[in-house]
C-alpha cells in the first residue's frame, strides 16, 4: 500500500557529507513519525533520527551535531544529511514512515535499505 524509496548512499572519505532521502508514495492519508535506522556489518539495526508530523526531532547521541533530520510533508519525503562523518557511521541505512492509508488503516513501512560507506 505504501511504497518507500530510498536514495544518497555512497562512498565516501572521512569527513565527508551525505544527503540521503526518503520518498513515500501509495495511497497515503496522513504521515505521522519518519525515522532513519542503521545496521552496521555483525551489528543489530541501530535508531539513528526521527521526526514527528510536528517537527520535533531526536537523534541518538552518537551522530548529534553531525547528522540533520528532515521533511518535506508535501512531498511525503524525509531527508537525513550527514556531516562530519566517520567510518563509525559505515552501514546500511533504512527508513521507515509510520501513518495512515486512505482507508484509515495505520501503516508502518521499510525502505529497502542504502548503503553508506566511510572509508579512504
Known amino acids: 500500500q505504501v511504497q518507500l524509496s530510498e536514495s544518497g548512499g555512497g562512498l565516501v572519505q572521512p569527513g565527508g557529507s551525505l544527503n540521503l532521502s526518503c520518498a513515500a508514495s501509495g495511497r497515503i492519508s496522513s504521515i505521522d513519525g519518519m525515522a532513519w535506522y542503521r545496521q552496521a556489518p555483525g551489528k543489530e539495526r541501530e535508531f539513528v533520527a526521527r521526526?514527528?508530523?510536528?517537527?520535533?526531532?531526536n537523534y541518538v547521541d552518537s551522530v548529534k551535531g553531525r547528522f540533520t533530520i528532515s521533511r518535506d510533508s508535501a512531498k511525503n519525503t524525509m531527508y537525513l544529511q550527514m556531516n562530519s562523518l566517520g567510518p563509525e557511521d559505515t552501514a546500511v541505512y533504512y527508513c521507515?514512515?509510520?501513518?495512515?492509508?486512505?482507508?484509515?488503516?495505520?501503516?508502518?513501512?521499510w525502505g529497502q535499505g542504502t548503503q553508506v560507506t566511510v572509508s579512504t
Open positions: 521507515n514512515v509510520r501513518g495512515y492509508i486512505r482507508d484509515g488503516s495505520p501503516f508502518n513501512s
Open positions: 521526526i514527528t508530523r510536528g517537527y520535533n526531532t
